[in-house]
């Protein structure tokens, strides 16, 4: 039953709200928003742990993953109910006028990427690429093991989102209508956890409403929230983890629950997306700093503790990469050039290049007149330091994969581009906005938190090599930034300001929101289009020449069908999906004649072959077993063992 993919998103709320009734008992009264936090730590803890398990022992399977959602349901339940007892609302002011239309902003985006995420199909091209065809052969292996393939991210990529999603397939009996919400709740935890830090900044309650419109509305964020991307993820267990780190800071205490969950989520975190390492680190600083002033030597052994837990939960990832590739992240970039993510010399001149160029992209903005004037500053401040902004040592170029630096440039059709104009010129007020906040306190906290942020930059900066497509790995440098922005803002000067800054917030977003590939309205309306032809929107292939393909292959009904992959001329989960919901039973995929073979794993010969154009016939690698070509679908043609197809 499809609608058994959301169970893990129940369990999430009657975690969330068993756990909070729990710390309810005893005074103080805990926020709501730890509460929150925890439960999403303790759930993607349970999905890490038990996906890695039943893969293992090869039980990815319906009846061990509902068995598997339905204890903690259970559980969280009973909790439930033991705790249940009249639910008194504390006392809160009225909300003034700004409060209750700032909250009216952040219901509107919210709804409108829960809708989005909802109608439209996964198709962002990473997506179709590697995250979900992943999903599509651990289903149907029943593990997480390697497998051949021609696409190396689907092997060494770390994989807590797509455990998410396996899990929601496997319980959806193969849909993918529940994958987008993984991300939306990242959206969500991302926003409350910025403005639990504006709290800890000491903004009241208006400059944290305020300062979670600020995250939701990055356009970046918004545009992720639609889809399957891990990226958002790893912002969200960012942002949590500056929330409690800041609360040690402030409260000058961590007790061994907090340390556990700031050791699960730093695990979490890298088990997310390989940027994890490098946001880590200054979240690492941060935290060594925190817990020394609290315990001093003690704390050696605390911080040891948390890496040993970032170890044990990435252990499964670590092992298949070393078995396969010989090291824990994968095969050496040389092999590889799409993998060549790393800078190839650290210095300071490389260092101010891609600080150059992450600014040129994440400022432009609509106007034309304005990116000119930027890219003139750009080009002059690179020429007056001697800088190469197309430096290869630390630029990613490589055909049909990254371009070169080409410039300011807006992209409000481009979910990778996408610069935040607006964040940008409030990051730029912020020490305005700091210099008028009356708690000297507080501005200095916020000026010290700020290091953390302006840490993650710099050390992206230092470490990766620059595409076109970073701005869609900054995510968490916006998000960390806002809540600053919102309590620099705070000041009594400030108060005519505030209002437009709410609306500007939506004025900024709405270009991206009509134009990028899932909109609600506007020229990429999704409602007005087919799965299909959703799945194929980014890419030059014909939506017809694939329908066509899928009925063709409806006469393979009723068999057990194995669909051999090759040199595809689009994404393979465009093909995987469409044939999964029209063949019964459900085919099997397999990729002939892989570029990245799997030990011990011979290739098995398919019933029929799937390629881009190709010769009249293919001949399997290992078999021998030669494939005659028997149709052609435009830039698809589809092979069989024999010329009739029978």
Not at 262 to 268: D, N, S, V, Y
Not at 635 to 643: E, M
Request: charged fraction near 15%; charge should be positive.
């Amino acid at each position: 039953m499809p609608a058994l993919a959301i169970l893990p998103l129940l369990t999430l709320v009657l975690c969330f709200g068993a756990l909070h009734l729990r710390r309810s008992v005893t005074p103080p009264a805990p926020d709501w928003r730890d509460s929150l936090f925890i439960a999403i730590v303790l759930v993607a803890l349970w999905v890490a742990v038990s996906t890695e398990l039943l893969g293992y022992f090869q039980a990815l399977r319906f009846t061990p993953i509902l068995i598997i959602w339905l204890i903690p349901i259970l559980v969280s339940g009973v909790m439930l109910v033991r705790a249940a007892r009249p639910w008194t609302r504390p006392h809160q002011p009225a909300l003034n006028w700004l409060e209750r239309n700032s909250l009216a902003l952040i219901g509107l985006v919210l709804f409108v990427t829960l809708i989005t995420a909802l109608l439209a199909p996964p198709n962002n091209i990473d997506s179709l690429d590697y995250h979900l065809p992943r999903i599509v052969f651990w289903m149907q292996q029943h593990s997480l093991a390697d497998f051949p393939t021609d696409y190396v991210p689907q092997l060494v990529m770390p994989g807590l989102l797509e455990y998410w999603g396996l899990n929601s397939m496997i319980l959806g009996h193969g849909s993918d209508w529940a994958v987008n919400i993984f991300d939306w709740i990242s959206l969500v935890l991302m926003g409350l956890a910025g403005s639990g830090i504006a709290a800890r900044l000491g903004g009241k309650r208006d400059i944290q409403i305020l300062a979670m419109l600020l995250i939701v509305t990055i356009p970046m964020a918004y545009g992720m929230a639609t889809t399957f991307k891990p990226e958002l993820m790893e912002a969200m267990f960012i942002e949590v983890l500056a929330y409690w780190l800041l609360g040690i800071f402030v409260e000058r205490r961590c007790s061994p629950a907090r340390l556990t969950l700031l050791a699960i989520t730093f695990g979490l975190l890298a088990l997310t997306h390989g940027t994890g390492y490098l946001y880590g680190l200054p979240l690492a600083v941060m935290t060594v700093i925190g817990l020394w002033r609290w315990k001093k030597w003690k704390s050696i052994g605390q911080v040891v503790f948390i890496g040993l837990m970032v170890l044990l939960l990435n252990i499964g990832y670590y092992t298949r990469n070393i078995k396969e590739f010989g090291a824990p992240f994968g095969p050496a970039p040389a092999l590889h050039p799409s993998l060549q993510l790393i800078n190839s010399a650290f210095t300071p001149s490389i260092l101010a290049e891609n600080l150059l160029r992450d600014i040129a992209s994440m400022s432009a903005g609509p106007s034309h007149t304005i990116n000119v004037i930027l890219e003139k500053v750009i080009a002059d401040t690179a020429q007056s330091l001697n800088l190469n902004l197309q430096d290869p040592r630390a630029t990613q170029s490589i055909p049909g994969i990254a371009k070169p630096y080409d410039g300011v440039a807006f992209f409000p059709n481009n979910e990778y581009r996408i610069s935040w104009p607006l964040q940008m010129f409030l990051i730029v007020l912020i020490p305005l906005g700091l210099w008028s906040y009356e708690d000297k306190l507080n501005r200095r906290r916020c000026w010290y938190f700020m290091l953390l942020p302006l840490g993650c930059l710099l050390t992206m900066a230092a470490i990766t090599r620059w595409e076109q497509q970073e701005n869609h790995l900054l995510i968490p440098v916006p998000a960390l930034l806002m809540p600053v922005a919102a309590v620099a803002v705070s000041a009594n000067i400030w108060r005519y300001f505030r209002p437009v800054l709410a609306i500007s917030t939506l004025v900024v977003l709405l270009p991206f929101a009509l134009l990028f590939p899932r909109s609600l309205v506007g020229q990429q309306a999704i409602e007005f289009h087919s799965r299909l032809d959703l799945l194929v929107r980014q890419h030059t292939f014909s939506a017809r020449e694939l329908r066509h393909l899928t009925a063709w292959m409806q006469r393979f009904d009723g068999q057990s069908l194995i669909i051999g992959l090759h040199k595809l001329s689009l994404p393979p989960y465009a093909i995987e999906s469409m044939l999964l919901s029209t063949i019964h039973p459900r085919p099997k995929f397999t990729y002939f004649n892989a570029s990245i073979s799997v030990p011990g794993l011979p290739e098995v010969n398919p019933t029929v072959v799937i390629s881009g154009p190709g010769p009249r016939r293919l001949i399997h690698r290992d078999t021998r077993t030669t494939y005659f070509r028997i149709a052609s679908f435009g830039a698809l043609d589809v092979y069989a063992r024999h010329k009739s197809g029978e």
